[in-house]
């Protein structure tokens, strides 16, 4: 079995078809696909045993509710194929994604390929990021800017990483989390302009409705990230998320300071900006004045 593809599925039953409906099609048939019913309360337990009595390459798990992370691990427990990736059930991919993309894990460890992110909304935008080969992970992470899509979904990954690395249960946002260890443990990293998976924009998906608490798990998980590797575009992008934590919580920073050089090529004119507030101010002192301005702007609005 070459690659196994694990479908997490909660109350979507609206969208299962179209999403089993585009794996079950690729042109690449070499898989095995793992429906995981995470204790939907809608029909889709009922859709998935409909789908296994079709396919002979798929395969249902009924378990009790226990999140995404829980459900793409009881998959990974499964899952029997040399390389393994995960596909949302309310997204779905070009037919020919994997015919294009399974060749390319020759050469790499980690597999990643195009994705339409949003894809159906006003602010949709594909993101490709060329034919390139990282054997070096901070490379990747930085220079390639793996933080900014983390995305468990539009990659494929040599099982073993997975050998005794399992997604965070009870906790969002948990892709940031995860990649980061699994880059610990590859040597190579190929990135692809080929392909294409429909993330779908989900408008009670945790980004979305990610609260200030859950947007301190984000913070935290990219933390960790930073003790590894940190240039100033990274930097500044975490700095976003420590300023949205402040303000929606009250809690103080937690981000070590940095100083941050305004003329950087890689930062936009906003960032720039923020890197001389930052500079002047410190960690505390932008995050009050982000929190001060945008009491302002609601007063007048």
């Not at 039953?13 to 809608?42: A, K, N, W, Y």
């Not at 935008?125 to 995305?151: C, I, P, S, V």
């Not at 998980?221 to 990274?234: P, V």
């Not at 070590?256 to 004119?269: A, D, K, V």
Request: hydrophobic content about 35%.
């Amino acid at each position: 079995m070459k690659l196994s593809i694990i479908i997490p599925v909660f109350r979507v039953e609206d969208t299962l078809d179209r999403c089993v409906e585009s794996v079950l099609g690729q042109t690449f048939t070499d898989i095995e696909v793992i429906l995981v019913d995470d204790g939907s309360p809608d029909r889709c337990p009922q859709l998935c045993d409909e789908w296994a009595r079709r396919d002979h390459r798929l395969h249902v798990l009924h378990k009790k509710n226990g999140g995404l992370s829980s459900a793409r691990n009881a998959g990974l427990d499964m899952a029997q194929g040399e390389w393994v990736t995960f596909v949302d059930s309310d997204d779905f991919l070009t037919a020919d994604t994997y015919e294009q993309v399974m060749p390319l894990t020759a050469q790499a460890d980690i597999v990643e390929y195009a994705i339409y992110w949003h894809y159906g909304a006003k602010e949709q935008e594909l993101l490709t990021f060329g034919n390139q080969l990282y054997t070096n992970m901070q490379d990747y992470w930085l220079r390639g800017k793996a933080y900014a899509h983390t995305y468990a979904c539009n990659k494929i990954y040599r099982r073993k990483l997975f050998s005794d690395v399992r997604f965070p249960e009870n906790r969002v946002f948990e892709d940031v989390a995860t990649l980061p260890i699994l880059l610990g443990k590859a040597t190579r990293v190929r990135t692809t302009s080929q392909g294409c998976y429909y993330y779908c924009l989900n408008s009670q998906g945790i980004t979305s409705t990610a609260t200030g608490q859950q947007l301190r798990m984000l913070l935290e998980s990219h933390l960790e990230a930073m003790s590894r590797w940190c240039d100033d575009e990274y930097y500044m992008h975490v700095l976003n998320t420590q300023m949205d934590v402040c303000e929606m919580t009250g809690d103080k920073p937690i981000m070590p300071r940095r100083h941050i050089n305004p003329f950087c090529t890689g930062l936009s004119g906003l960032q720039k900006a923020k890197a001389v507030v930052l500079n002047l101010f410190g960690i505390k002192g932008i995050c009050h004045i982000n929190k001060t301005l945008h009491k302002l702007i609601g007063r007048r609005s």
